[in-house]
């Protein structure tokens, strides 16, 4: 692979070289850091700071470091490379190809993960596989267990069967990541080329089966489906125990299902942070994405919009009439309504979804399979339903016993 074009240096603009220079920077160390592929944003900072010496000081230390195959923990510089690597990586769905661009951060998703790494194969500098886990405790069959998340497997386009898979599946994990009971994933229904990799590289060496099931959401047109209801307001803290009695209501007794706690859904609308971020830590989701529907003067429905299209599109293309669509969502986290008012739940939907139109976003995702009763006061919408394989997988050793399994799992949009 090393002929491949992606592995020539990058170019310095002229003006930021021009900058450079007027800050007292030696010739050629902005070139040391395109050569090194630090992200445009890093070279902005480090061009804001006053001390050269300490500039070059770290410049040479990484220097030292191994510039061959590296399988790492990915780290802030990594935001463009992996960017870069999603936008080159293709799936093959049927007669479609599916690009999965994720960017400007493309963290952004793991950062509502519980315990998130993402692993990243690096050559030279350019970002040629990475993959993605978080671990979390929640409930399955009833059983309080531990469970990991595994997605976001890419291959850069024209590298795919050249070992980066395997090496994926082989390198040590993080070591603070938790060791889960149950893994679990999933693929849309019509990778078929996903499915191959994951039946003869993982199925056919493990002693333990993989569990298939399905797992279903439903897309709304943002625009058809807009309805904006002046009972929805923004979520204020003293609501937070109302929604989380809402949501575990909502959700009650489904498999990767957690019950939440204040605590819980406090932390998840922090964002990550309390105070101020940096510029360059963009907003995922917070305290103004969660909204409540009240009515005769009680909370009856919370639910909040993750703003994903912000950095994750869905770019599709048919390969032999040329179409082309681009799919931004919005994604509903964190619903709950009170006993039979579906209805409120419907309107609030209905109210989220013209704030994804405002958005500029194409598509509100919202995952309704086990509540039949809002399906039904939102069928009028005309949702389209998108369902991928659930595989699962439990860890064996002798004396390690896990007797529950997946069989009705929840849909946090997060981890989809
Ligand atoms: C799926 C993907 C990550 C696999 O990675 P890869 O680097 O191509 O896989 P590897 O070359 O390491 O292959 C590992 C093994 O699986 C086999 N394999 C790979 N793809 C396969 C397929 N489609 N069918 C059957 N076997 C397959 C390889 O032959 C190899 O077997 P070996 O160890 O006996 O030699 C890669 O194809 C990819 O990025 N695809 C596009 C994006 C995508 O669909 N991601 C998954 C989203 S869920």
Sequence with gaps: MSEHDVFAVPAVPAERRCRAAEAGWPDGLIDRMAARRWPEWRQELYLGLPDVEQIQREMADLERLDWGLQVREATWDDDERIA????????????????????????????????????????????????????????????????GWIGGWRVRNGMHRSGYGNLLLCAPEAA???????????????????????QHAVQDRMPEPID?????????????????????????????????????????????????????????????????????????????????????????????????????????????????????????????????????MAALLGDLAARTAALGRTTLVVALEFLPDVQGAVAWAEPTVERRHLETIVFGEPGFEVSAAVTRPYTDLVYW
């Design 84 to 147: 870069d690597l999603f936008a080159q990586s293709t799936e093959r769905l049927g007669d479609w190809d599916l690009t999965v661009e994720r960017g400007p951060n493309p963290f952004a998703q793991m950062r509502l993960h519980e315990n998130g790494h993402v692993k990243v194969v690096v050559d030279r500098g350019v970002a040629v596989a990475a993959s993605m886990y978080s671990g979390r405790s929640s409930c399955v069959g009833g059983q309080k267990l531990s469970v």
């Design 176 to 198: 603070l990541q938790p060791f889960p009971a149950i893994r679990y994933w999933y693929v849309r229904t019509e990778n078929v080329n996903a499915l191959g990799f994951v």
């Design 212 to 344: 298939k099931l399905t797992a279903a959401v439903h897309h709304y047109d943002a625009v058809a489906a807009a309805r904006p209801d002046s009972r929805v307001r923004p979520v204020e803290p003293t609501d937070i125990a109302r929604c989380v009695e809402l949501v575990n209501r909502t959700h009650h007794g489904l498999d990767l299902f957690r019950p939440y706690t204040v605590g819980f859904l406090e932390g998840r609308l922090d964002d990550g942070y309390w105070g101020p971020k940096p510029s360059f830590v963009a907003p995922v989701y917070g305290w103004p994405d969660l909204h409540v529907l009240e009515d005769g003067g009680e909370v009856v429905a919370c639910a909040g919009l993750w703003d994903r299209g912000r950095d994750l599109r869905e770019q599709w293309r048919h390969r032999t009439t040329g179409e082309e669509r681009e799919v931004t969502s919005a994604c509903v986290l964190d619903l709950g309504f009170a006993e039979g008012r579906a209805d409120a």
